[in-house]
């Protein structure tokens, strides 16, 4: 594994982003961010009245998280992300300030999701969007250099999982 690489854990809501964001950088010793705190209050708001996101919604959103990879990067640090990154689109807006960034898509099907948003709490996310995030996700393309990884593994098995796939 690349010294400053840094990761971005994916998927659609539900799927052990940041629970896997968080053990993977606890792993490789390096920051985590979820990128849910970096949402500006508006899109929260609106999010938690089961309204979802437009792309212009998510513009500033992917800015801010583009920013968190590219200081990274240029600090020579890796770090990992969590963050839906549910489109080709917002994967590239991603990579502009840090190329080097690699996906890990975390794979779930309808029925894992739904049993899992039905058991979480204190999340701002409805069960209710869960339709539109499945709506709009394009899976990584094998020119992405992702890992994708089945969500329903242990979290401590994904990890070893992307540490190995990584090449650390």
Same mark, same amino acid.
């Given at each position: ?9 994916? *998927? #659609? ?7 896997? =964001?968080?053990?993977? %950088?606890? !792993?490789? /010793?390096?920051?985590? &961010? ?44 890796? *770090? #990992? ?7 080709? =689109?917002?994967?590239? %807006?991603? !990579?502009? /300030?840090?190329?080097? &960034? ?67």
């Amino acid at each position: 594994m690349n010294g400053g690489e840094s990761f971005v854990v994916m *998927g #659609v809501a539900g799927s052990g982003k940041s629970t896997v =964001a968080a053990a993977l %950088a606890a !792993r490789l /010793g390096c920051p985590f &961010v979820d990128a849910d705190a970096l949402h500006p209050l508006q899109n929260i708001e609106k999010m938690r009245s089961g309204v979802a996101l437009t792309e212009a919604d998510r513009a500033p959103w992917f800015v801010a998280i583009a920013r968190v990879l590219a200081g990274w990067r240029t600090a020579g640090t890796p *770090g #990992v992300i969590a963050c839906s990154a549910l489109r080709r =689109a917002h994967r590239d %807006a991603l !990579r502009a /300030g840090a190329a080097d &960034v690699r996906f890990v898509y975390l794979r779930a099907g309808r029925d894992l999701i739904a049993a899992r948003l039905t058991q979480r709490r204190g999340h701002f996310m409805p069960a209710s969007l869960s339709d539109s995030q499945f709506e709009i996700l394009e899976e990584p393309g094998e020119d992405e250099r992702a890992i994708s990884i089945d969500a329903a593994l242990a979290p401590g098995v994904i990890v070893e999982n992307i540490v190995s796939l990584s090449g650390g």
